[in-house]
């Protein structure tokens, strides 16, 4: 009981992380029926917002060491330590949450941008060549992050408060067996509190409910006198925004390097079909369910049964679905019926 | 290609067996001037195709590209282009995950030299009918869907097979070691003839030892065979079936055509060539890893083919040339290089050219292939071949409108 309670915690936070991206990608195939292989690349910006964040929160001036006394001696002090002394010192502390700061306009800006300058003029285009031009942008955004933060992952560390393991068994009386690291249950929050504002946003906002029109049938709602296309590029640029501060919140769980995009871009793209193309609460769905799905497969009990399993657990779900029902767990008729 | 036809040539092409009348064209209203049939154009394509592969030795001289190790890349990546291509480019099924027939036809050529014999053709065939078994199977679920699934299908089934190299196939695999030729393996039929193997473990033909130029020429002369073939079959009512299957399936299935026989035919000789190929590679290099079959290697196969043209049976060579030989060049390349190479400048601008130009060339290479396939895909959608074409079409209008012939996708 107690390792099938683990396992599924272990499963949320991964799944959640896939939640975050198959929203965004089945949202932006949804709205603006492009299919865009650079999503994965969007949530490694993200992090490597992180990265820039705590980067520029410790910058460093040399000061002289007054406890050595016997030889002149210097050390690193971040400026902001010097400036503001323990408050200093808890901001940097905190810099993944206030990275988000950081993440949010420029994923902002670049989503619009993205939009703008690229993807636009690919609606009419076949989905061949949209898969080939964003195929294309990850490669140049990844080499980028290569060049400017080197091949190696960058460790970030969660705030002191959250560091060490919460004992959630014992909060509901299961036994002291079952802990679970604080700043995954941090993350886990996050992501729901930002499914459950896209969904909010989409469902009760004005604005939402004619996303959600364009989404059905784009022509008539532009015979409305609805301008679909500039509601399409803040869907676009939202997309972004959740992908990077995904990607953000992640990175104390997985240090971030630069093929991290596309080591979670192949998994998100499996979400989505499994969830089904264009649906939103699949996508969701099938996030969370191979999470959890995985984390199972990588258990010592189920790997000795089937050697090997938790490798391509994800893989083998999508293809019997594909298979199975092919328009994914939660698939409308319509979108991508050929 | 608008040589210009005589007559004679004429009455020629009429009396040639092969002679297809449905592919005759009509000829153009005007003086006499007649197109090429396609019979004579695919001669004078194979012709010159054997001269320009075979002649690499020399005319790469000038680039600095012509050494053995280098070419045998151009030729093995060609091979594997140009079977992604009759894929891709006839019927318009994006693969993403053909880099997974390319490792299990490395693996297959391996297991071979290690079972069998060092001979290669042995290694071949198995390689080519293990990556076809692979094929059938694959190609049988994934083309069960079409557009962005059959892509995902693909990548997903590629992805497998990448993480089972790793974990459970170890053995078979030897998983991150890669796997490689022993003194000590079996190989029963070398023992049966009392083969002695001496010197380094390599594969070899009729006793000659296939590195260096026997190598390049194994797999130049493989290319050609190959090549001749995909022109077979893109000339053929076979490869006309899969045109129909990329222009208008539906169509198709009310004339009262399946698709789902011709696409799986054709998925599986697509996972030959790449089996061919990737038995090339470990013929010329006996070393098999899971590296091979990653996804990004799948990229590499679409880089190649989108950037030389999909669709025409020279592009998809081409663009695997230009990427093999500027991989190898560009990577190369470091800030002395290129501070040398610009040693005709005053310093000052030289430093900052360097500074510019360092971060594309180098590790960092894969980013100006990135921007160049972006390029392309956004400026260019029938890549370089097209760009050819334009460039022709423009030198050529000048000339009589009477020759103004639609110059076939295959040219």
Redo the contacts between chains.
């Keep these: 009981m107690d390792a099938i309670v683990l396992q599924i915690l272990n499963g949320l936070d991964k799944g959640a992380a896939y939640a975050l991206i198959a929203l965004g990608l089945t949202l932006v195939f949804g709205t603006l029926g492009v299919?865009n292989f650079a999503h994965g690349a969007l949530f490694m910006l993200g992090a490597f917002c992180a990265v820039t964040m705590q980067y520029l929160l410790t910058l460093s001036t040399r000061v002289k060491d007054e406890s050595i006394t016997f030889f002149e001696a210097y050390k690193e002090v971040p400026y902001l330590e010097g400036w503001f002394g323990d408050w200093g010192r808890m901001i940097i502390d905190y810099s993944v949450p206030i990275s988000i700061l950081l993440t949010i306009p420029v994923m902002l800006i670049f989503g619009v941008v993205m939009e703008r300058g690229?993807i636009r003029?690919f609606y009419k285009?076949?989905?061949?060549?949209q898969?080939?031009?964003t195929?294309?942008?990850?490669?140049?955004l990844?080499?980028?992050i290569?060049?400017v933060f080197g091949a190696n992952p960058v460790p970030i560390q969660a705030p002191s408060a959250v560091a060490g393991s919460a004992s959630i068994g014992e909060w509901f009386g299961l036994g002291p067996a079952i802990s679970y690291p604080w700043w995954r249950l941090v993350y886990l929050t996050f992501s729901v509190v930002v499914l459950a504002g896209v969904f909010a946003f989409l469902q009760l906002t004005t604005f939402g409910m004619t996303v959600r029109a364009g989404m059905r049938d784009r022509e008539t709602v532009g015979l409305l006198g609805i301008d679909i296309e500039k509601r399409f590029i803040i869907v676009f640029a939202l997309a972004a925004i959740v992908a990077g501060m995904a990607g953000t919140m992640y990175a104390p769980i997985l240090a971030p390097n630069y093929h991290l995009g596309?080591d979670f871009l192949?998994i998100s793209?499996?979400v989505v079909?499994v969830g089904g193309?264009g649906s939103l609460g699949g996508a969701v769905l099938a996030g969370f369910l191979l999470g959890i799905l995985q984390s199972f497969a990588s258990m010592t009990e189920v790997k000795d049964i089937f050697?090997?399993i938790d490798?391509?657990i994800?893989?083998?779900v999508?293809?019997v679905i594909?298979?199975v029902r092919?328009r994914g767990l939660m698939g409308r008729s319509g979108i991508?019926e050929? | 290609m608008s040589a210009p036809t005589t007559a004679a040539e004429r009455k020629k092409a009429i009396s040639d067996p092969d002679f297809d009348v449905s592919t005759r064209q009509l000829p153009p209203r005007g003086p006499e001037t007649k197109p090429m049939t396609n019979v004579d154009k695919d001669w004078l394509a194979i012709v010159a195709f054997t001269v320009i592969v075979l002649g690499m030795p020399w005319w790469l001289q000038p680039l600095g590209a012509a050494y053995p190790d280098l070419m045998q890349k151009f030729a093995i990546y060609g091979i594997f282009a140009l079977g992604f291509n009759l894929l891709?480019g006839l019927t318009?099924y994006?693969s993403f995950g053909h880099a997974a027939f390319l490792g299990i036809g490395s693996y297959a050529a391996v297991w071979s030299f290690k079972l069998f014999t060092m001979n290669i053709i042995p290694a071949v065939l198995f390689a080519m009918l293990v990556a076809a078994v692979a094929a059938v199977f694959i190609g049988f679920?994934s083309l069960?869907?079409?557009?962005?699934?059959f892509?995902?299908?693909t990548?997903?089934?590629a992805?497998?097979c990448y993480?089972?190299a790793?974990?459970?196939?170890t053995p078979i695999t030897n998983g991150e070691t890669g796997l490689r030729v022993l003194r000590d393996d079996p190989r029963v039929l070398d023992a049966m003839t009392g083969t002695e193997r001496t010197g380094s473990l390599i594969g070899s033909l009729f006793g000659e030892k296939m590195v260096g130029y026997p190598g390049f020429y194994l797999c130049a002369v493989l290319l050609i065979i190959a090549f001749y073939i995909a022109l077979r079959i893109m000339r053929s009512p076979f490869g006309m079936m899969l045109r129909a299957i990329k222009s208008n399936?539906h169509r198709m299935i009310y004339t009262g055509f399946n698709p789902r026989p011709y696409m799986l035919t054709i998925f599986v000789v697509s996972g030959m060539y790449s089996g061919l190929a990737g038995a090339l590679l470990a013929i010329t290099d006996p070393l098999a890893g899971a590296e091979r079959m990653q996804?990004?290697a799948s990229?590499e196969v679409?880089l190649m083919t989108?950037l030389g043209g999909a669709g025409t049976i020279s592009g998809p060579i081409l663009g695997a040339g230009i990427i093999k030989y500027f991989e190898n060049i560009f990577s190369a390349l470091n800030d002395s290089a290129l501070s040398s190479a610009f040693s005709f400048l005053p310093p000052a601008p030289r430093e900052f050219l360097v500074t510019i130009v360092s971060?594309f060339v180098g590790?960092?290479w894969?980013?100006t292939?990135?921007?160049l396939?972006?390029v392309i895909?956004?400026f260019l959608?029938g890549g370089i071949m097209e760009g050819i074409r334009r460039i022709w079409k423009l030198v050529t209008r000048r000339g009589s409108s009477s020759s103004k012939t639609e110059v076939q996708p295959a040219e």
């Design positions: 299919v690229l003029y285009r076949s989905h061949a060549e898969i080939l031009v195929f294309g942008l990850a490669i140049v990844q080499e980028i290569k060049a596309m192949v793209f499996v079909v193309m050697p090997g490798q391509i994800i893989y083998l999508a293809v594909l298979l092919p991508m050929t | 891709f318009g994006l679920i069960r869907r079409s557009g962005i699934y892509s995902i299908l990548l997903a089934l992805q497998m993480n089972l790793y974990s459970v196939l399936q996804w990004t990229g679409v989108i971060p590790e960092g894969h980013l292939l990135g921007i396939f972006m895909v956004i959608p």
